[in-house]
């Protein structure tokens, strides 16, 4: 098994030294911007990760489809930024906003070909299988963000609908990146499916950790002005599960407040805490923390069924720094 260190230093050296085709400059410098501005690199870690369960050294074998992983979802973002008309992304700002939509459409697309380039490395032994799970994921991400356009404009979205939109938009990459990294580190069949149900189950409970946190969460430390989804009208889990417990007087109120105002940062506020009141009595802080426990003892479970000791402690581990920022 591989030290957690080196697995570390590995992901780093990685992404530092990671290259791009140079001309058209227009088109390959926002690829590294995408790279060079960060990001926590969930999905080429957690490849990682099941991969050092079954070897002792890394190689390219693992080190480019992980690096794929990464840039697939960095082209996602590009494209939700664009279609969002988000002006910040960690911190900086996002691709369209510092060159153009069209560049952001192109450089999008560019790093959505390179992706499957480097996923292309991966070892032939695994080479069929890997590519075409890569490439059922990323059909799936896509009907996923379709979903999530779709349920914007609809307050009938259901607990069951919208899980399975999380599903498709953030599980299934998780879950690709999970089982990737034991297909190429030669566990067997019945392992990788176990570990895919791990990824994905954790995908749903980071998802919904990140929902919890918008409206609980400390804005120092997440990131971002807490209530944003409430303030855009964002069909999030918190929003869809307040729908479906509230009666109807309730969800009149529910309707009410969020149709408010978020003009002046006055009304934000007002808004804010308008929804939020409706949430309290709806005691839906609780149902968010418990869905989340849920969601993640069930990927452990999963993980259980491929591995002890402490090669299941490290999945372990990996899940309570995903989803812990709940608590």
């Avoid at 230093?9 to 085709?21: H, I, K, P, V």
């Avoid at 008309?85 to 959505?112: C, E, H």
């Avoid at 006055?266 to 802080?285: P, T």
């Amino acid at each position: 098994m591989i030290p957690k260190a080196r697995l570390n230093e590995a992901l780093t050296q990685l992404f530092d030294s990671l290259e791009f085709t140079h001309e058209p400059a227009g088109l390959y410098d926002p690829l590294r911007y995408m790279i060079a501005i960060g990001g926590k690199r969930l999905r080429p870690r957690l490849a990682l990760l099941t991969y050092s369960l079954y070897q002792d050294s890394l190689t390219d074998d693992i080190l480019q489809p992980a690096a794929a992983l990464e840039v697939f979802h960095n082209y996602t973002l590009i494209h939700d930024d664009v279609m969002d008309r988000s002006d910040l992304r960690r911190g900086v700002p996002t691709v369209w906003k510092k060159w153009d939509l069209n560049t952001a459409i192109l450089s999008g697309d560019a790093m959505f070909v390179d992706s499957f380039r480097r996923m292309a490395s991966l070892p032939a032994g695994v080479l069929r299988e890997g590519l075409e799970m890569f490439c059922n994921t990323a059909a799936q991400v896509m009907e996923g963000q379709q979903y999530d356009v779709e349920f914007e404009r609809r307050r009938d979205v259901t607990r069951e609908e919208y899980m399975e939109m999380i599903g498709l938009k953030t599980g299934v990459l998780l879950a690709c990146a999970s089982k990737l990294g034991a297909l190429v580190g030669g566990a067997s069949q019945e392992d990788c499916d176990n570990l895919y149900e791990y990824g994905y189950n954790l995908g749903l409970a980071f998802q919904v950790t990140d929902d919890y946190l918008d409206e609980y969460g400390d804005e120092q430390v997440f990131g971002k002005p807490i209530g944003g989804d409430i303030v855009c009208g964002k069909q999030n889990w918190l929003a869809v599960h307040a729908r479906q417990k509230a009666d109807p007087a309730q969800r009149e109120a529910l309707d009410r407040a969020f149709d408010l105002p978020a003009g002046t940062p006055e009304e934000k506020q007002a808004k804010i805490s308008a929804v939020m009141a409706l949430y309290q009595e709806l005691g839906v802080e609780e149902d968010a923390k418990y869905e989340i426990l849920h969601l993640n003892e069930k990927a452990l479970s999963f993980a259980a069924k491929a591995c002890s000791g402490l090669r299941l402690e490290r999945l372990r581990r990996f899940a309570e720094k995903l989803v812990g920022r709940s608590k």
